[in-house]
Every structure is written in structure tokens, then in C-alpha cells.
């Protein structure tokens, strides 16, 4: 699947279309002894939990497994009905009405709710497929394969198996066996080789079961997937993700994945993301730049997205913090070049040709005042930083206008004797001067100042204008 196509899967899920049966909006945890206290909101029907080994995945998708489908959970995982314990409050809308489903744990065999448990699947795919191959070992299959009908896949659907493992099957025939619950059997004809599942590896028969499984889940169900990238190729990782956002988009199913997988972190959209962490109070749902420092754990560089030429270094910083405050992540994952004037950027996008990858755009970015300068070139890459002028002018305008915020950031008693005795000086010259006499370093400074100018209507409204044309 093309990554473009890919992303419009994900972007057609975003704020739940309304023809999804069923609506997850946020889930709460209190009193666990693992998780703590925390509250989810969930803004598409597409999640996933990223975190280190250790951090409470799996308790966070148990709890919720077993909020929506008590009966199933106690059934299929009778030790952990026992040791979860705390109120999970989850808020969903079920054929557009508002439910709040409230449970308590550990279950009881009381407890049910008919709300959506009959719309509730779960795997596990390294422990369920595991256990198959386990249990295929201690019968005779084909003793038990004489009684049972077998299906031959299509060619539709052996190409669906051969995008997510990477193999050209000639055939598959598979059998759904009723042993400790039910597990799928496959023999396969690969080239001149003809094999069954008990001669398979464990990334091979995983890959079969999973996509068994999802072919077994009905429209608008609610699917837990633990780890569902267990013994895979990074490359059949990849394509099992996207045969999963294909399926979920296609169903209308709400999905809950817990991985470590840096395909999966690199895959998926930010909004489908929800990055965990543990500390003393328990788990934390992580953004902004922490959220880059736990993926960056997990081994996921950073993708660069965008790279912006600017004017100068002042212009540098006013840029990348006025990123950061839009969204932390927007802003690492754009680099930008202070490149000696505005010439030099006219120069590198006459040199540079526009981009076809689609996975990275170039952008020269003016300062404002050149907004109506008609030597740049016609160039359709060009942008401009908010304002009608430069940053130093703008800061400089601002600190005129008088703000008692300004004041209070700077904690400086003398601040407005401070800035009458450099009023006079160039723009670029006092805010050199203003840095000496308040003892901030520049993106301090910088920093402050953003965060009045933002609050400016006109400055905002050229702020989205760029940020919705990089």
C-alpha cells in the first residue's frame, strides 16, 4: 500500500465518520496499582499504545478489554480477572447513543455488560498463535482434519496473504479446528514445497492466524491486537499495520494496538499515536517533545518532514518557536537553515527543483516586511513569517505597545527603565542590548515574545496562514 494511500485511511478515520456503530471517546483509569490514575481521550477510532517493555501496555488493554467484554476476558484470561484491580469509566456512543460504561475490577461472575460485548474481539498474537502450534503437537491432525471442511483461499485472498508476508503461495487451504477453543490450520503449496502449519515457523503461522483472525471480525466491532507485529520482519510489519488500517477503515472497526514496533511508530498518523511512560505515580500518557524522547528510546529517529531557509538566526529561532508552540512535534520534524539573507534564499530555490517526494518539502520563508517585494521569484515554495515586518521590528513594536505580562516574564524590576534606555538602537541591535540588561539568553527572550505576539489577531491570523501552507 502506497504511504499516501495510507494516510488518507487514516485521515478519512479522524473524528469518527459518522457511519461508525460504535464510538470509543475517552476511557478513564482509577486506583490501579499499575496504571494509577489516567484519562484517555480518544479523537479517532484508530490507537495505538507505544511504550517500552514494562510500562503497562498490556494492563491498559486488558482493563479496557475486560470494561467492554467481562465475560470474555474472565473466560479467556482467568489470572488476570483475578489480579486487575481499580474502576476503569470508559465514555462511548453506541448507534449514536451517549453510554458511559462504568466497571470495577477485579470481576466478578455477576458482572456483564450487554452494552457492546458481543462486538468485543481480542488476540494475542505471539501468546494465541503460540499456543496453537503448542496444541497442534498433541493431537493427531489429520485424524481430526478428515471431519472438517476445508477452505481454499482465493486468489484475491492469497494476495492479501502475500502483501503481509511477503511470500507468493500457490494455494492455502485452511481448516478452523475446535481444539482449546478455535485455531486455524493451514497447509500451503509454496513453489514445488507443500507444508502444514506444524512444519511452519512462528512469524509464518502468526502472520496466516492474524490474518485468519481479522477476516473472522465483523463490521463495526471493537478489536484488541497486542503486539501484533510478534516474530515479523520489520518489512511484514509494515504491511501487517496497513493491512489493519485497510481492514478497520474498510469495516468501520475501533482498534486498540499495543506495540514497541518502530514501524508502527513510523506508520501511523500522530493523531493514532498515544505514547506512554512510567514514573512513581504510575503511567503517563506522554506529548510534545517528552513524546519524541520516548520514541527516540524505542529506537525511531526522527522524521524530517519539511525544511525551511530562512534569513538570518533570529529568524531561525522565531521560526522553530513558533512551531513549538503549534505542536512540539511539527516543530522537530522540520529543520531549518538560516542561510545570510534573502537573496541567498532566492538563490537556493532557483538552484533546488521542487520536490516530488512527498515525504519531504522545501520552503524559503521571508521575513514579513518582503511580503510585497516583487524582485523574489515566482516560486510557489515561498513563504513569509507573520508580520508585515521583520522579528526584531515586531518584538520591538510590541514592548512600545506595553504589557504587563511582558514585564512579569522578564522578572525585572528596571525592565521599562531598561528598554527606555535602548529605545533608540537599531531593531536587530536592541534586542542584543535587552538580552544584556535582562541576563537572558536569546531564545529565552525570543520565547517570551512569541508568546504575546501570538495573541496578536493579525499576527496569528499570518501565523495559520503559514502553518497551513507548510
Not at 76 to 91: F, H, K, T
Not at 300 to 309: A, Q
Request: aromatic letters at 10%; a negative charge.
Amino acid at each position: 500500500m502506497r504511504a499516501a494511500k495510507l494516510s488518507d485511511y487514516l485521515r478519512s478515520a479522524q473524528a469518527y465518520p459518522n457511519n461508525y456503530p460504535i464510538k470509543v471517546n475517552f476511557v478513564e483509569f482509577k486506583n490501579f496499582p499499575i496504571l494509577g490514575d489516567l484519562k484517555i481521550v480518544f479523537s479517532s477510532p484508530i490507537n495505538v499504545f507505544v511504550g517500552a517493555n514494562g510500562v503497562g501496555k498490556t494492563t491498559l488493554l486488558s482493563a479496557l478489554w475486560a470494561s467492554f467484554s467481562p465475560e470474555d476476558f474472565m473466560e479467556r484470561n482467568p489470572a488476570e480477572a483475578v489480579r486487575l484491580e481499580g474502576q476503569v469509566q470508559s465514555g462511548l456512543e453506541i448507534d449514536e447513543k451517549e453510554v458511559v460504561a462504568d466497571v470495577c475490577l477485579p470481576l466478578s461472575d455477576e458482572m456483564d455488560c450487554p452494552i457492546v460485548h458481543d462486538r468485543v474481539h481480542h488476540l494475542n498474537a505471539s501468546y494465541d498463535a503460540r499456543r496453537a502450534l503448542d496444541e497442534f503437537l498433541l493431537y493427531d491432525i489429520d485424524d481430526i482434519l478428515n471431519g472438517i471442511g476445508e477452505y481454499l483461499l482465493t486468489d484475491k485472498e492469497l494476495e492479501e496473504v502475500a502483501r503481509i508476508f511477503g511470500r507468493d503461495y500457490s494455494s492455502i487451504s485452511m481448516y478452523e479446528l475446535d481444539l482449546d477453543g478455535v485455531r486455524p490450520f493451514f497447509k500451503v503449496v509454496y513453489g514445488d514445497v507443500n507444508y502444514d502449519s506444524t512444519a511452519m515457523g512462528a512469524g509464518e503461522y502468526i502472520a496466516l492466524y492474524m490474518w485468519w483472525f481479522l477476516r473472522t471480525v465483523d463490521k463495526g466491532s471493537i478489536v484488541f491486537l497486542e503486539e501484533p507485529e510478534a516474530f515479523l520482519s520489520p518489512g511484514a510489519q509494515t504491511r501487517l499495520f496497513e493491512h489493519i488500517v485497510m481492514k478497520a477503515c474498510t469495516l468501520n472497526w475501533v482498534v486498540f494496538i499495543s506495540t514497541h514496533s518502530t514501524q508502527a511508530v513510523e506508520l501511523f498518523l500522530d493523531e493514532n499515536l498515544h505514547v506512554l511512560s512510567r514514573s512513581i505515580e504510575g503511567v503517563n500518557l506522554v506529548g510534545g517533545p517528552g513524546k519524541l524522547a520516548v520514541t527516540n528510546q524505542l529506537g525511531v529517529n526522527t522524521r524530517i518532514e519539511r525544511v525551511c531557509f530562512v534569513e538570518d538566526n533570529r529568524a531561525k529561532r522565531f521560526l522553530k518557536q513558533l512551531l513549538y508552540n503549534e505542536d512540539p512535534v511539527l516543530a522537530h520534524r522540520s529543520e531549518i537553515f538560516a542561510v545570510g539573507g534573502s537573496g541567498n534564499i532566492s538563490k537556493l530555490l532557483k538552484t533546488l527543483p521542487a520536490s516530488t517526494n512527498k515525504k519531504l518539502k522545501i520552503w524559503g520563508i521571508y521575513d514579513g516586511d518582503l511580503r510585497e517585494d516583487p524582485s523574489l521569484p515566482d516560486d510557489e515554495r515561498i513563504r513569509f513569517l507573520p508580520g508585515s515586518s521583520g522579528p526584531e521590528t515586531l518584538i520591538k513594536s510590541l514592548v512600545k505597545k506595553g504589557s504587563r505580562e511582558i514585564e512579569a516574564s522578564f522578572s525585572l524590576s528596571e525592565f521599562d527603565a531598561v528598554c527606555a534606555s535602548i529605545e533608540g538602537a537599531d531593531p536587530h541591535d536592541w534586542i542584543e542590548e535587552l538580552k544584556g540588561g535582562a541576563g537572558l539568553d536569546e531564545d529565552t527572550v525570543i520565547r517570551i515574545f512569541v508568546s504575546q505576539l501570538i495573541k496578536e489577531s493579525y499576527f496569528n491570523r499570518d501565523f495559520q496562514r503559514l502553518i497551513d501552507g507548510i
